[in-house]
């Protein structure tokens, strides 16, 4: 078990796919959600030996917590969770509504300052987050975030889901955010011709 302990907004495929991944690898981990009995969390916490709660819950367990909420929900999701200072936050999420047109994470770190935002895994499947090694050949992921420590934290972990140090391309600053949200329509696209969601971008030079 690591001595660190993480709380994962959500109970969804992402959620759940994220929160099993942490305990497999010794995370303490408390899956969040409107209600600690919502059914989807506690049979997740029954199946993986994890806890279930509420998103206040999982905020005031995790020093880093993953959102794991879709993107147009995130905001409200959070202003739920309680007192937010000092913590860092993964955020992986993508706003999947018809207008989504305003940045998402850096709307969170703006709305919540005393929170450290990093940005990361949203442009990649459930499983391509976890098990990077389910694809034949490397391949990148990105995080962006204004707290240097805080992205450290965050590529530590990434490092124990099977990220390679140098596939993980550091972008800079949280405002750089916006930019990997934009890649979901993308993502969309090739989705539709490959009908295969385990898929990834290789940047070569």
Not at 154 to 166: D, I, N, Q, Y
């Amino acid at each position: 078990m690591t001595d660190l302990n993480v709380g994962v907004l959500g109970t969804g495929m992402v959620g759940d796919a994220i929160a099993t991944r942490l305990v497999e690898v010794g995370y303490d981990v408390v899956m969040g959600s409107r209600e600690a009995t919502n059914p989807k969390a506690v049979a997740w916490a029954e199946r993986t030996g994890g806890r279930a709660g509420t998103f206040a819950d999982a905020a005031a367990h995790g020093q880093l917590i993953f959102n794991a909420t879709p993107g147009n929900l995130s905001l409200d999701v959070l202003r739920a969770a309680g007192d937010l200072t000092g913590k860092v936050l993964a955020d992986i999420s993508n706003d999947l509504t018809a207008a989504a047109v305003k940045p998402v994470a850096a709307g969170l770190q703006e709305a919540f300052p005393e929170l450290k935002v990093v940005k990361t895994l949203n442009t990649v499947n459930a499983d391509i987050m976890v098990r990077p090694d389910l694809l034949s050949e490397p391949h990148n992921i990105f995080v962006a975030g204004a707290d240097a420590g805080a992205k450290t934290l965050v590529k530590g972990v990434l490092a124990k889901f099977g990220w390679p140090e140098g596939d993980v391309l550091d972008l800079g600053g949280i405002d750089k955010a916006f930019a990997m949200e934009q890649y979901l329509p993308m993502w969309l696209a090739v989705w539709g011709v490959k009908q295969d969601l385990r898929f990834n971008l290789r940047f070569v030079s």
